[in-house]
């Protein structure tokens, strides 16, 4: 079973509007992260914001907020006053069980977004 | 800059050819992972190193592909006998190794392999 899924492969957005990136996540582990990344073009992830399993509020930095919903199992991405820079790839990792000390990071297969002017 | 780099960052080799990819963490990042990623795929685990040792490596990772990181710096990732199924970009990324849940893992810009 996939344990990241981002359902929508692409997304439009005009400049200066708010846009949503989904993600739900399947883990049986009761202590994770939840990262999200960007990848422009030019191929580097950049971190973007990060939610703890146990974190009381949402994650917030900046433009970007993380909508967590943890009894259904999602950690959409909220990026506000979209700018023309904000297209590209975004993808949403889980890293599972680091009491067992496994680092490794799981992906989504990624949205991509334009921003339209 | 004092992010991951990587080297080189293009890397075009026949089928049958070996190549070796280097990465440079950001200092005093004690762990050190290797992640592939094929189009319109996201990233794929490889491996990983906490200083010089090789803690964890994923089934991707075929008797042809071995990581080193042999002074806790530098790492390398060789593969031998590439295949056109090799082709993909090879990412670094690096965290501080902090025990905590917000280890969060930095990336290089990549190495993009084609193999003809």
């Known amino acids: 079973a996939q344990k990241i899924t981002q359902t929508q492969p692409g997304m439009f957005v005009q400049e200066k509007e708010a846009v949503t990136l989904d993600c739900t996540y399947d883990?049986?582990?009761?202590?994770?992260?939840l990262f999200w990344y960007k990848q422009p073009s030019s191929g580097e992830m950049i971190f973007l914001i990060y939610q703890g399993s146990y974190d009381q509020q949402n994650a917030t930095e900046g433009r970007y907020s993380l909508n967590f919903q943890k009894a259904r199992k999602s950690a959409n991405l909220v990026i506000s006053a979209s700018q023309l820079g904000d297209s590209a790839m975004y993808f949403c990792?889980?890293?599972?069980?680091?009491?067992?000390?496994?680092?490794?990071?799981?992906f989504g297969s990624g949205t991509r977004l334009l921003v339209r002017p | 800059d004092t992010g991951v780099s990587q080297n080189p960052r293009h890397k075009i080799t026949k089928r049958g050819q070996n190549v070796t990819f280097r990465c440079d963490p950001i200092s005093e990042h004690n762990r050190l992972y290797w992640y592939r990623q094929t189009l319109g795929q996201g990233p794929e685990f490889l491996t990983y190193?906490?200083?010089?040792?090789?803690?964890?490596k994923s089934r991707l990772l075929s008797d042809r592909f071995s990581a080193e990181r042999p002074k806790g710096s530098f790492s390398t990732l060789e593969i031998q006998r590439t295949e056109q199924g090799d082709s993909a970009m090879y990412l670094c990324?690096?965290?501080?190794?902090?025990?905590?849940?917000?280890?969060?893992?930095?990336f290089g810009p990549g190495t993009r392999l084609t193999v003809l």
């Open positions: 990324a690096s965290s501080l190794g902090a025990e905590s849940s917000t280890d969060t893992q930095y």
């Open positions: 990792a889980m890293r599972e069980a680091w009491m067992d000390s496994s680092y490794k990071l799981i």
């Open positions: 883990t049986s582990d009761p202590s994770y992260g």
């Open positions: 190193f906490q200083n010089e040792a090789q803690l964890e």
